[in-house]
């Protein structure tokens, strides 16, 4: 595989290599992350079931939710065990994606690529690694489900 990866390379363009950087990053990051959780485990079992990592349930929206912060000054989006907040023009921009994209999947690679340009930190720590990973999906649904686009 590595030797297909390095002939395909000359192949992309300088957004897909930066893209595929990125991806190798958040890759690299969860690995090193569930090393770490492994060894902890190890060294100490029986605090291993107040650590362990919330299980993210597979192909469930429902394991996203978007919460508008008192006063509207923020905005809540739970993804499985993760809660981040964003900015009134960050959730504009993913419920442009959401609405402008002409299919789900084209919406869902999208909000997986802004999300890996600008808000990293939530791929991270709701260990999302592709844009297929259902969390990413269901924001999809989830954005769609709370926000609708003036037509204006």
Request: neutral net charge; charged residues 30%; glycine residues 8%.
């Amino acid at each position: 595989m590595e030797k297909e990866l390095r002939a395909s390379i000359s192949q992309i363009d300088e957004k897909g290599l930066l893209f595929l950087l990125r991806q190798a990053q958040v890759l690299i990051h969860n690995a090193r992350v569930e090393g770490m959780q492994a060894s902890s485990a190890e060294q100490h079992p029986e605090e291993q079931q107040l650590t362990a990592p919330i299980p993210i349930p597979q192909g469930r929206p429902d394991a996203v939710s978007i919460e508008r912060g008192e006063g509207g000054k923020g905005i809540f989006l739970s993804l499985g065990g993760v809660r981040k907040i964003m900015s009134a023009e960050e959730m504009k921009r993913l419920v442009r994606i959401c609405y402008a994209a002409p299919t789900r999947s084209e919406a869902v690679r999208q909000l997986f690529t802004v999300l890996v340009r600008e808000r990293k930190d939530i791929l991270t720590d709701a260990k999302i690694g592709s844009p297929d990973n259902p969390l990413i999906i269901g924001l999809f649904h989830a954005v769609r489900d709370t926000y609708r686009l003036d037509d204006r």
